[in-house]
């Protein structure tokens, strides 16, 4: 973090506590013989302890063969402390204390992965940690009117509630170096949530129809790695400093799903059929990363809808793009033996994002208790760039095929198109009751059952994933599935996800929990992940084999 950022941040912290002293409660009463009683009534500490141990169970392949090693070992503080000021002035902070080490089975995956062959050295010890003093969210909750909140700090803003995958739940980027990817259960996305400096408004045009006008505005005062998400890249791939890094990690993409990433962009200029990648991660410049957008609801009867907008860039790891930087070149003098070199850089996109959602409350349908609600999001995004390639792959001047399953894109020497993109989901949500046990027909179970759909208007064959040569379909689904529920007491809490691709890919995330009942804080939970399917295709095929199981003990004080 800069030196101008990191004034900018103090400054808006030091902006948060002078409201807080001049706020109607008075700096006197806080300080004075009152202070004691303020402390007891208007201060709450709270928090959480948390340790989380994995072990790979899947058999891996050759290039990351896992089975049985340990891949997890994170401990998390995270103290928490409330301040109630005045009903109009309210005021939250947190710090994420995180100790994770290196795994020995990761470094053997990465020396035996990331090119040039040999350069795969460990992780940083502290690249899974998490230590600074910056708070993980500091807000100020004000309200000068009843109908006007206004919140300004570091916090979460999310206009997304789906299980998963993420559609409208675009404004804070994720952290996906670290967590299992569609694993809800272990870590869910609001967990994986990197909060934001920014501020966020919300007014009551009118209280009886619930018509509210949203206006937020982040402006990029993160880290680079903080404004977009932060993958685990199929290579090593740096942006020239040494905390810029995009590396190769346990979830990344399996190696062998990667053809040579090179000859995707290009073809060799001699007989030596090698085309080296010179790749660059470009993260969004600190000046360049305001994000803002406004958002309309209103409720038509029983029917909650609305409309907003977002611009900025696009913070989602799976919708990044290799772009060209160089006509391809020799890496040496002239000679049968050279390699071709090709220069690329990986990139956000800068975007507009039309957003609508809905949500209606279904209450006793045929005269069933099901209480659940019919929730649905929408995102449209204009002139989405992908990568595209040929294939099968070919020489674009002879026409001849390479033998490989793709290479560079003939009608598209940038190897890049724009196209209109319209994801949506649809679904139930919330407690359902569902007629399930002899002694208790109307069991309250936690279900959601939404289905995910994405749309490429004027698609084009062989639009692809810009880490691999995995296609991309005119439309791509996804439906997933959970149900929850509690036994003896809710001591006993089973919890399943499931994920299913039409193109072959599953996911399984069970979950059972035990809350004690002499300790409502205590909660510790046996996870499994299993991954299933065709790791060349969709959004989860490429984490194929890496199954694993967690335990996971919290205390909440």
């Known amino acids: 973090m800069g030196p101008m950022r990191r004034r900018i941040i103090n400054l808006m912290v030091m902006v948060n506590f002078t409201l807080f002293l001049f706020s109607h409660v008075s700096a006197a009463s806080i300080l004075g013989d009152d202070w004691e009683s303020f402390f007891k009534e208007k201060v709450t500490l709270g928090g959480f302890v948390e340790n989380i141990a994995g072990l790979a169970t899947g058999h891996g392949d050759s290039n990351f063969d896992t089975s049985n090693r340990f891949i997890m070992n994170r401990f998390t503080i995270q103290p928490e402390i409330n301040i109630n000021f005045a009903e109009q002035l309210k005021f939250f902070i947190s710090w994420r204390f ?66 998963g995958l993420r ?48 206006f937020f505005a982040n402006p990029g005062l993160e880290g680079k790695k903080k404004r977009v998400d932060d993958i685990s890249a199929g290579n090593d791939i740096s942006d020239g400093h040494a905390d810029g890094d995009a590396r190769f990690g346990r979830w990344s993409a399996h190696p062998e799903t990667r053809i040579a990433t090179g000859r995707l962009f290009a073809n060799p200029l001699g007989t030596l059929p090698v085309v080296a990648p010179i790749a660059r991660r470009e993260y969004p410049d600190a000046g360049d990363s305001w994000k803002i957008g406004a958002r309309l609801t209103h409720n038509f009867g029983e029917l909650n809808a609305g409309v907003g907008y977002i611009w900025g860039y696009n913070p989602q790891g799976l919708d990044l793009v290799f772009k060209r930087e160089s006509t391809p070149f020799l890496l040496g003098p ?120 994405s749309v490429i208007f004027n698609h084009e064959d062989g639009i692809r994933n810009f880490f691999n040569a995995g296609k991309i379909k005119r439309f791509q689904s996804a439906i997933t ?60 095929g490429f984490f194929t084999r890496k199954d694993s199981v967690f335990l996971q003990m919290r205390y909440q004080f």
């Open 98 to 163: 995180v100790a994770e080490p290196r795994y020995r089975s990761e470094t053997r995956s990465r020396r035996a992965t990331v090119q040039p062959a040999g350069s795969g050295r460990p992780l940083p010890a502290d690249f899974y940690s998490e230590y600074k003093g910056v708070p993980w969210e500091a807000v100020a909750d004000i309200s000068p009117t009843d109908k006007l909140q206004i919140r300004l700090g570091r916090q979460f803003i999310s206009w997304g509630e789906t299980d």
């Open 334 to 453: 002239p000679s049968p033996g050279t390699p071709t070199g090709i220069r690329l850089k990986l990139v956000n996109d800068r975007t507009n994002i039309f957003a609508a959602h809905l949500n209606y409350p279904i209450g006793d349908p045929f005269g069933i208790p099901i209480k659940s609600a019919l929730r649905g999001e929408l995102a449209f995004y204009p002139d989405k760039p992908y990568n595209i390639s040929e294939f099968p792959g070919r020489n674009c001047v002879t026409g001849a095929p390479t033998g490989l399953m793709a290479g560079p894109s003939c009608k598209h020497p940038s190897n890049i198109v724009e196209k209109h993109t319209l994801r949506y989901s649809i679904g139930l949500d919330r407690s359902t009751f569902i007629p399930f046990l002899q002694d208790d027909p109307w069991r309250p179970f936690r279900m959601s059952l939404q289905l995910f759909q």
């Open 481 to 540: 599935f959970r149900v929850g529920t509690g036994y003896f007491g809710d001591t006993i809490l089973p919890d399943f996800f499931m994920l299913y691709e039409p193109l072959g890919n599953w996911v399984f995330n069970p979950a059972i929990t035990y809350a004690p009942s002499w300790n409502e804080n205590i909660k510790m939970s046996l996870i499994g992940v299993i991954y299933d399917g065709n790791k060349f295709t969709g959004i989860t």
């Open 167 to 214: 559609i409208l739940d675009v404004i804070d980027p994720q952290d996906n170096t670290i967590f299992t990817p569609a694993a809800p259960n272990l870590f869910s996305l609001e967990e994986t949530r990197i909060p934001q400096w920014g501020i966020r408004v919300l007014y009551t045009v009118r209280p009886v129809s619930n018509t509210i006008l949203e």
